[in-house]
């Protein structure tokens, strides 16, 4: 929840090429005061099965710049494997996982809630300023 004082952030995440929310994803956030301050580290969650990641840490007073750090190469990992069970041992071929992680840095104003969604596919990605 954000103040007068402080910004807040939510994000989900949707696998488009199944179209369905890609859960148990690890999802990290940074923060810092200034386009020249060091990065500070504040926790942690992962999405739910609704591909919705509810209770990311709150932001301190005093921040300008959010990154969200989605580890996604597991997911796309567990999804690889569930897709060879049924299928031919042959068809393990090519490259693991093209994007292992995906950085999302942004720009806050106190008094603003920002949800970012990310748009998730095995070969790209997409994000926006939701509501």
Request: hydrophobic letters at 35%; a negative charge.
């Amino acid at each position: 929840m954000s103040t007068s004082t402080t910004a807040s952030v939510s994000t989900h995440i949707l696998d488009t090429s199944v179209g369905r929310p890609a859960g148990g994803v690890a999802v990290r956030i940074s923060a810092r005061a200034g386009r020249d301050a060091d990065w500070r580290a504040l926790g942690g969650s992962a999405t739910d099965a609704d591909g919705r990641c509810k209770d990311l840490p709150a932001l301190p007073e005093g921040i300008t710049h959010v990154r969200l750090d989605f580890a996604v190469e597991p997911y796309f990992e567990d999804k690889r494997a569930e897709a060879r069970q049924d299928a031919p041992a042959d068809r393990d071929s090519g490259p693991g996982v093209f994007f292992p992680e995906v950085a999302i840095t942004f720009a806050v104003v106190p008094g603003e809630h920002y949800h970012v969604p990310l748009l998730l596919n095995p070969f790209g990605y997409s994000v926006y300023r939701g509501s």
